[in-house]
């Protein structure tokens, strides 16, 4: 908690309590954040090495009055950082925020947080696991700076499953390095070296725990679920993935983070990380896009709008809007692709275009490229389709 706030007077009504919010935010030597989470943050027992951040309450340009507040007690002024929130932290903002707490308004920020208090996470460790929780608050001074920790890391891929920001909407430098490895498991996350004790212990005592994973990211369902998606399988999908409004990922489908789609899309492929796919486009199953981490270097592989990915095919170049690529094919840059004028380019030339369609010569064997005509989605299965 700060030691000196810039002010200890809570506001007794409404227009009180906008005149200190207006006071806050103006204080000198304050810059608002760009964005700003308060959640929850999971911690082992056995360093207090940060597991993960939940946060309950993920803010982008919005709810700045709020902002200033918690700055305030907890003596923040710019840049991005993490604190922890006290029982006494807790206590002073809802106590500043009290004309605000029965009012008809939503205020998702003070809702999580008058949780957090009333629950005395603060002081509670973990039921199962050799972990506890600790409240946290998360300021970023800017999406173009790297994040800072790790609740800094997540609060970025929050803002991306969330949509509030696209994929590549933030510098993820440095992400991996600030995440570690942690066994995802139904009775939350736990720290590798602790948990074969913790298993023995729980089983001994006839209760059971299912393990998800072992990795350094979390599936996006148990942190966000956006709305108008359908998932049919939540492991096949990580926290920071970027899902729009009418999206279908079925049980094949796989999405990465800081990757997704821009609209409605039918995913039975794999969208590897930094991947961005536009609206009304099919990744048919068993399709693959070859990602930044997956040999694409920084090269942002992109799909445009209306583009059909054939079973089991896949591109580690861009296609435009109105594409298709045979099923089975993958053409990377550096593929030879036959041209209608029987000249032989790389696939690389012809990134980006539109209106293109790939396969391969059933007699010669060439890949061939030829201008696209008609439409894939003649005879789709509209039913299966619509989210």
């Given amino acids: 908690m700060s030691e000196q706030p ?16 207006g006071r806050l935010r103006e204080r000198q030597g304050y810059t608002e954040p760009t964005a700003f989470g308060i959640g929850l943050a999971t911690v082992a027992d056995s360093d207090q090495t940060v597991l993960d951040t939940w946060f309950g309450a993920v803010n982008m340009g919005a709810n700045m009055g709020a902002a200033a507040i918690v700055a305030d007690v907890v003596g923040h002024d710019s840049g991005s950082r993490s604190y922890f929130l006290a029982p006494e932290d807790l206590n002073e903002i809802l106590g500043r925020c009290a004309p605000m707490l029965d009012d008809a308004g939503e205020h998702p920020n003070l809702d999580v947080l008058r949780t957090l208090a009333a629950d005395g996470t603060a002081a509670r460790g973990g039921a199962a696991l ?25 609060l970025r891929l929050h803002l991306l499953s969330h949509r509030l920001i696209a994929p590549h909407g933030a ?52 942190y966000v679920v956006p709305t108008g998606v359908r998932i049919a399988d939540g492991s096949r999908v990580r926290l920071g993935a970027h899902l729009a409004e009418g999206t279908t990922v079925m049980h094949e489908g796989f999405v990465n983070f800081n990757a997704g789609t821009l609209g409605a899309s039918m995913v039975e492929g794999r969208i590897s990380a930094g991947v961005v796919v536009g609206p009304q486009s099919d990744l048919g199953g068993g399709a693959s896009i070859m990602g930044t981490l997956s040999g694409g270097g920084k ?57 293109l369609l790939f396969r391969r010569n059933s007699t010669s064997g060439a890949v061939e490229v030829k201008p696209r005509e008609g439409t894939w989605s003649e005879g789709l299965n509209q039913a299966l389709h619509d989210n």
Avoid at 7 to 21: G, N
Avoid at 324 to 338: D, I, Q, S
Wanted: charged share 20%; aromatic share 6%; with cysteine.
């Fill in 130 to 154: 050799p972990t506890h929780k600790r409240p946290v608050v998360t300021f970023i001074g800017s999406l173009d700076d790297a994040p800072e920790d790790i609740h800094d890391a997540y």
């Fill in 171 to 222: 510098n993820l430098d440095g992400l991996f390095g600030l995440l570690t490895n942690v066994v995802w498991t139904s009775a939350g996350p736990c720290d590798v070296a602790s948990f074969p004790s913790a298993q023995r212990r729980i089983l001994a005592a006839g209760g059971s725990i299912v393990v998800n994973g072992v990795d350094k990211f979390p599936r996006m369902l148990d």
């Fill in 299 to 355: 090269e942002v592989v992109s799909i445009g709008r209306d583009c059909l990915v054939g079973a089991n095919a896949g591109i580690g170049i861009s296609l435009g809007d109105g594409c298709v690529v045979e099923a089975g094919l993958y053409v990377t840059a550096g593929t030879r692709v036959t041209t209608p004028e029987g000249t032989v380019v790389k696939a690389a030339e012809l990134s980006g275009a539109s209106g």
């Fill in 6 to 21: 810039a002010t200890d007077v809570r506001p007794a009504d409404a227009e009180s309590f906008f005149a200190m919010v």
